[in-house]
Structures are given as structure tokens and as C-alpha cells.
């Protein structure tokens, strides 16, 4: 069954926390070389499914692939929800690009100075070079989040899943990372990223998943992101809350 | 040698050694984690001491090993039922595998040379009596081979896993996609850190050992941004506080652990007060370049 022209494919999944279904039952296919963004309404499951996709969380049920891609095994690179970081963890913007090549590593060696020097032109491709020996705590939330984005193209990963890769940042930061994203795409990567700007989806991106515990609508902006479907996807939320 | 030279050179093994989990315990928020540790370690030495009945064999250390990380898995299994916050669970456990290790010491082990006293407070002032002997010749007191051994242990296993213990405290998530499997670093950390509070327990007592883990790494936080530089300044200040502190005692003749921890605690007074001065620095410069 598995498609080769998917990055992703979800069956069946369900997750739930505390016998609370956070995701039920969603089957979900995302194509490759594509920039994919997941919506929905607070605590729609959004980042429970990047989390699933990580193999992070214990699944109730369901299946997570990511098809081969010429016969491999495709990277996954990763990044996180800005406030889920420490920012006062005694590293260098730097160290933390290096990161990035730590997969690639493996374990016990030690980053080399190619490793570094990759790292530095992840920097620069990002504005961020001049900023290498800061302390992370000394940047600003735009900055913060292009060193995050550094580091994930130091990953070389093939499918990108980000959570909120614009929150807290200024909109000049948010059309430098688009722009990234976009020559991502064009290299054949995928991105898979959480979105909350309904305002912005049809400029960035080509595919959205909306999603509500189940997949309301998953599929090429143009056709899904519809006025019906956003209904679907955010009025639920307001039944259930008045509900309780 | 002379015992009091003896004593210093364990004084300060033992504290430098208790620096470097201590880092990475303050780094990912732990630190109570070290106080826990130090205590329910007594089960594991009292357990494994039942078995092989013999005060000086290294199983002692091996259960206490053992003990730190089942510590810490009760805590973190308690935790996830969601019953009860994390503090909570921690403190209902270390006090029970605490209080039964008390127990079963005074019960049975009495006529054994393990009592509380000594357990509680460690003595380093008869640490020179205790010696390694080889074919009869005497080859200096035994605590410094404990604690030399156990520094050499903390040095070697952050500079060989340096790379993953920074990744997986600084972000779990990207060190699970990558395969470094953040439950296994987890667990090591907690073996060598209860590995170093066992010999720094035979010096300085379990009640201190917490002083000597996260008083200099938590000082050196505050001096510096990088965290090999972290490391070593925590070391430094841990070994300085083990001079001046058998110093002080001498001079003063008060508890030799007491005053050690106490120098751990004038550091981190230090870095505090430079760390605050700082601050406030760094907010006038920003107000004086503000204005036109």
C-alpha cells in the first residue's frame, strides 16, 4: 500500500492521554517535497501527531511510516516548540547548530571541525553567523528561532517536522524562514509544520492537514482550505466547550 | 604521608568528584534528585552488606549503584500515574527506602561497625586509620583510592559522553530523534552520581553530599555561559572548598564535612552577589545608552 510519493504516512493512530483520546483514529497520507502545514483549534492534537510522527508518545493503536526514499531510510529533522527550550542553558548558538550534526555523528565521537564549519554556514545561511558565540539567552525570540532553523538544516534531514516554526517571531524573521523553507522544498525536502495564522497558509503553504481529534480535511490548499472546512475544524471545539 | 595531608587530598577528591553529576543534575533541574539519591543509597549498602556480611567488599558499592536509579525509577513511576506531583513523589520515597535502611542498621547491624553516626555525618577525621595494605606494605590511607577512583569514573564518563549527556539535557526531544536514547544517558548519570555519593558518603556523611553536588555546579551556572567552562569552575570550587574547609575545622575544631560544605556555600554566596552586581550592570549601560 505504501505510496512512494508520500513523506508520511499515518493509519489508524490513536493516542490518548489519561484514557482521554487526544488523536482518534486518524489516517493521514502527506506527499513529499512538499510544505505541509497542520492546523486546528487548541488542543486539537496538533502537537500530540508531530510528537506521534517522532515516536515520542505510546500509541493506543496505529501504524507511523516514513516511506524509503531511493531504497534509504529517510532523516528526520526536528524542530521544537520555542518555549519548550532552556534558555539559559550554558550553550553557544553555535553549539547548538552543531547539534544538528550529532546524528550524523553517532555516539561517543566528537563534532569535527568540518562538523563546526557546516554548522557556520547553516549560520550564515540563516543571518545568523555574527551571533555564533552568543549565549542563546541573548538573542531574541526571531533569533532564537532562525538558530533552531539552522540546526535543522544542519540535520541534512529529508522530512522536516516543526512545531510552530512563527511563533514569537517578527515578520521579517518569519519571510527569512519561509524563504528557507521554500528552497527546502525545492531541493526535494518536505516540511510538516504546525501553523496557526490562517491568514498566511495559502502564501506558504501547498498542503494543509486539519485536523480536530479526527482529520477534518487533508489535502492541496486550493481544494481543502475551504470557508466549509475551516468551520468543521474550529467550531467543534466551541460544541465541546459549551458542552462542559 | 601525614594523616593531615591525607585527609585534605580525600577532602578534595571527594568534593570535585561530587561536582561533575552535579552539573548535569542542576543543568536538567535535579538537583533534589542528589539529596534522594544520598539517602536511599544506604538501603542498597545496608542490602548488600546482609549478603556478603563484610563492611570493606565493593558489593556494597555495587548495591548502592543499584539503589540510585531504582530511586529514581520508583519516583518517576509514582509520578506517572498522575496521582501525585513530582516533589510529592520524591518525597514519599526516599524517606521509606531511608527509613527502612535506619531500621534494619539498628535492628541487625548493630554489633557491626555501621551505625547511624557515622552514616548520617561521615567522619573524615579517621579516614587516615583506614589503610590499603598490600603484601603488608602500607600503601596510604584507603579513602584516597575510593575517592580518586570515583573522580577518575566522573572524569571519564563526561568526557566520553560529553557530546550526548549535552544534547539530551539540553533537548530530550531531538536526542530521542537522533537515537540517543535520553532513558539510557538518564539512568548512567544517576548510576555514576550514586555511584560518587557512596564514596563521598564514607567522607562527608549522606546529609552533606547534596551540598558538595549542587552548591559548586550551581555556582558555576551563574559564572559562566559555557558548560565545559562550567564544569571546571565547578570541580575548582569544590576542591578549594575541600582545603579551606579541612582548614577552618582544624582551626576552629569544628566538623571537617560542616565547614567543607560550608565554603561550597560561601562560593555560591560569591557567584551569587557577582552574578547580581552584573545584572545590574548590564541594566544601567542599557539605560545610560538608551537616553539621547
Known amino acids: 500500500m505504501s505510496n512512494t510519493e508520500n513523506a508520511v504516512e499515518v493509519s489508524r493512530l490513536t493516542v490518548a492521554y489519561n484514557s482521554k483520546p487526544v488523536l482518534d483514529n486518524v489516517d493521514l497520507e502527506l506527499p513529499r517535497g512538499m510544505l505541509t502545514a497542520v492546523m486546528g483549534p487548541n488542543g486539537a492534537g496538533k502537537t ?30 526536528y524542530v521544537p ?9 550554558p550553550v553557544s548558538v553555535l553549539d547548538v547548530v552543531t547539534m544538528g550534526c550529532y546524528g550524523r555523528i553517532g555516539w561517543v565521537k566528537r563534532p569535527t571541525r568540518d562538523d563546526r564549519d557546516f554548522a557556520m554556514a547553516m549560520l550564515k545561511k540563516t543571518g545568523m553567523e555574527e551571533f555564533a558565540k552568543r549565549q542563546i539567552s541573548q538573542l531574541s525570540g526571531g533569533q532564537q528561532q532562525r538558530t533552531f532553523i539552522a540546526r535543522a538544516l544542519a540535520q541534512r534531514a529529508d522530512v522536516y517536522l516543526m512545531d510552530e516554526p512563527f511563533k514569537g517571531v517578527d515578520s521579517d524573521t518569519e519571510k527569512s524562514i519561509i524563504a528557507l523553507l521554500k528552497e527546502l522544498r525545492s531541493e526535494g525536502k518536505t516540511v510538516v509544520a504546525v501553523h496557526h495564522d490562517l491568514s ?35 467550531r467543534r471545539v466551541g460544541k465541546a466547550g459549551a458542552a462542559l | 604521608m601525614s594523616a593531615e595531608i591525607e585527609i585534605q587530598i580525600i577532602a578534595v577528591l571527594t568534593a570535585a568528584s561530587c561536582a561533575i553529576p552535579g552539573v548535569f543534575l542542576v543543568l536538567r533541574k535535579m538537583s533534589m534528585v542528589s539529596d534522594s539519591i544520598t539517602h536511599t543509597i544506604l538501603l542498597g549498602i545496608v542490602l548488600a552488606f546482609f549478603i556478603v556480611n563484610d563492611l570493606s567488599s565493593p558489593f556494597l558499592l555495587i548495591g548502592a ?16 500515574t498522575r496521582l501525585l506531583s513530582e516533589d510529592s513523589a520524591t518525597g514519599m520515597v526516599f524517606p521509606l527506602l531511608f527509613s527502612i535502611a535506619v531500621i534494619l542498621i539498628t535492628k541487625y547491624a548493630g554489633t557491626a561497625h555501621l551505625d547511624t553516626d557515622s552514616v548520617l555525618l561521615g567522619e573524615l577525621a579517621f579516614a587516615p586509620f583506614d589503610r590499603l595494605m598490600i603484601n603488608g606494605a602500607d600503601m596510604g590511607a584507603k579513602g584516597i583510592y575510593v575517592s580518586g577512583v570515583l573522580l577518575l569514573i566522573n572524569i571519564v564518563f563526561t568526557a566520553v559522553f560529553y557530546k550526548e549527556l549535552l544534547i539530551v539535557s539540553f533537548d530530550p526531544v531531538l536526542a530521542a530523534v537522533m537515537g540517543f536514547s535520553p532513558a539510557i544517558l538518564h539512568y548512567s548519570l544517576m548510576t555514576t552520581a550514586s555511584l560518587t555519593a557512596v564514596g563521598a558518603f564514607e567522607a562527608v556523611g549522606s546529609v552533606l553530599v547534596t551540598a558538595f553536588m549542587i552548591a559548586p555546579a550551581a555556582a558555576a551556572y551563574l559564572l559562566t ?46 557567584a551569587f552577589m557577582y552574578s547580581c552586581g552584573v545584572r545590574k550592570i548590564n541594566k544601567f549601560r542599557l539605560k545610560t545608552k538608551m537616553q539621547p
Not at chain 1, 516548540?81 to 542553558?89: A, C, M, N, P, V
Not at chain 1, 495559502?202 to 466549509?228: C, H, P, Q, R
Request: glycine fraction near 10%; charged fraction near 20%.
Open chain 2, 65 to 80: 549503584a543499584v539503589m540510585g536509579p531504582v530511586t529514581v525509577w520508583l519516583t518517576e513511576t509514582l509520578t506517572k
Open chain 1, 48 to 77: 500530540t501527531l508531530i510528537k506521534a510522527m517522532l515516536g515520542l508518545i505510546p500509541r493506543v493503536e496505529g501504524q507511523i511510516s516514513f516511506p524509503r526514499i531511493d531504497g534509504k531510510k529517510p532523516c528526520i529533522g
Open chain 2, 225 to 270: 555561559d559555557n558548560l565545559k567552562k562550567m564544569l571546571v569552575i565547578a570541580v575548582g570550587i569544590g576542591g578549594i572548598s575541600g582545603i579551606l574547609g579541612y582548614r577552618t575545622a582544624v582551626f576552629f575544631q569544628v566538623s571537617i564535612a560542616g565547614s567543607m560544605a560550608c565554603w561550597c556555600g560561601i562560593f555560591f554566596l560569591g
Open chain 1, 200 to 234: 498566511t497558509v495559502s502564501d506558504y503553504f501547498d498542503w494543509v492537514t486539519l485536523i480536530n481529534m479526527k482529520v477534518v480535511a487533508n489535502g492541496e490548499v486550493k481544494k481543502v482550505f475551504t470557508d466549509e472546512n475551516l468551520n468543521l475544524t474550529y
Open chain 1, 81 to 89: 516548540q520555542s518555549e519548550s527550550i532552556d534558555r539559559d542553558f
